[in-house]
């Protein structure tokens, strides 16, 4: 260990399943701008409501149904889940 507490040891990162999956992203051809794309998509739907307010009104609403026919579904998934799980063994 260094004066810092940080281990410079490199089976330690074997250790850890994060270290491994970010190596394994960082390796891989493209990965910054896959991590930079949503925040680029977010700069220009930013920029798109500043010059159109109305589209703020549309995201908010498309965002509501959205999670309200995922709730449907989940609300559904563990309604039948319930049911498997109560069912008298026979």
């Given at each position: 260990?260094?004066?810092?507490g940080n281990s410079q040891d490199t089976k330690s990162n074997a250790m850890c399943p994060m270290a491994t999956m970010c190596k394994g992203m960082a390796t891989k051809r493209g990965?910054?701008?896959?991590m930079m794309?949503?925040?680029l998509i977010l700069i220009l739907v930013?920029?798109?409501?500043?010059?159109e307010p109305r589209i703020l009104v549309w995201l908010i609403a498309g965002v509501a149904i959205l999670m309200?026919?995922?709730?449907l579904f989940f609300a559904n998934?563990?309604?039948r889940m319930s049911t498997r799980f109560n069912k008298p063994a026979g």
């Open positions: 260990m260094d004066n810092n990965a910054g701008w896959m794309l949503p925040g930013g920029i798109l409501i500043i010059f309200g026919v995922m709730m998934f563990f309604r």
